[in-house]
């Protein structure tokens, strides 16, 4: 159950946020994107890392009348929006603004992205994402089918035709209804940390829902403020490449025709080195930290296993 209610502030609307240790960063941008809306409920999931870590969020709930969900293990993301989507639905919310602890936006954007959700409920609506120095972090993006590539829709070429795609927004913010989350399934807990956004966009399109994004509207999002490698600079964790690179393989066995799964489990090594090299190549003199979990995840991809690796690569659940 919720550890605070704030039953006062709980509306028709919520913003819900996933904190995994960041209790400060939950507060700064929480708390300016919610600044003169007291009729919007900010919901908080926090994901467990330390006691202290849970006792310092609950207080910031207590604070500014948030409800905090305290989970006992670390679910992921796509659960720990599912646990702040149930405590808002359960505090009166009909529509959810997804929002990741290190980002935010104008309080103005937030009405706007959810009086739309409210007006066409089947649309999920994103807005422009881009980082603190100005420069696009997320926009509009295309999954091709036939290979698994990533582009932004903008440049997709005249040849391409719609039905090879599929339009996606990034998991960082969104805004979705009530009815369009149980229409679409919500997000989808196999995948623990990326590529849940890409699977829910596409349960989104074959439940007769619309994915959007309005360009109007911007929010901003730090990802270095939650994502530091410890490594190179520019480099990515161990835990993005891992999770980039398996869940692409989850997402092809969950959706895609057996043809179009071979296709893409050939092109599973080349596809790998491309998220490596989003990092930059100086980041391959550490292979414990790039080449090792890539290899991981190819091969747990292959398998079909989902969930949090343990030691020695084991995952405990296994899709067929």
Known sequence: M???????????????????????????????????????????????????????????????GWVVVPSPINVGFGAGVALGVAAARAAGATEFLILNPDAHLDPAAVVKLLARVREKPMELVAPLVVRPDGTSFAELQDLYLAD?????????????????????????CFAISSRLWDASGGFDHD????????????????????????EGLTAVHDEGATHASGGPVGAKSPIYYYFNIRNRLIFARKHLDRVSIRRWRRGAPRMALLVLLQGGRRQFRSPRRT???????????????????RKGGATPKSIH
């Open 291 to 309: 080449i090792a979990p890539a290899l991981r995840a190819v091969r747990d991809g292959l398998r079909g296993t989902t969930g949090v690796p």
């Open 191 to 214: 995948y623990f940390l990326y590529w849940e956004d890409v699977d829910l966009c596409w349960r989104v399109w074959a439940a007769g829902g619309v994915v959007r994004v309005d």
């Open 2 to 64: 919720p550890e605070s209610t704030g039953a006062e502030a709980a509306g028709r609307r919520a913003v819900v946020v996933v904190n995994y240790g960041s209790h400060d960063l939950v507060e700064r941008n929480l708390s300016s994107t919610l600044t003169g809306l007291p009729d919007v409920l900010g919901v908080v999931v926090d994901n467990r890392t330390s006691e202290a870590e849970s006792e310092a969020m609950s207080d910031v709930g207590r604070r500014h």
């Open 148 to 172: 698994g590539r990533m582009r932004a829709s903008r440049v997709r070429p005249a040849f391409i035709p719609e039905a090879d795609v599929v339009r996606w927004v990034s998991g960082a």
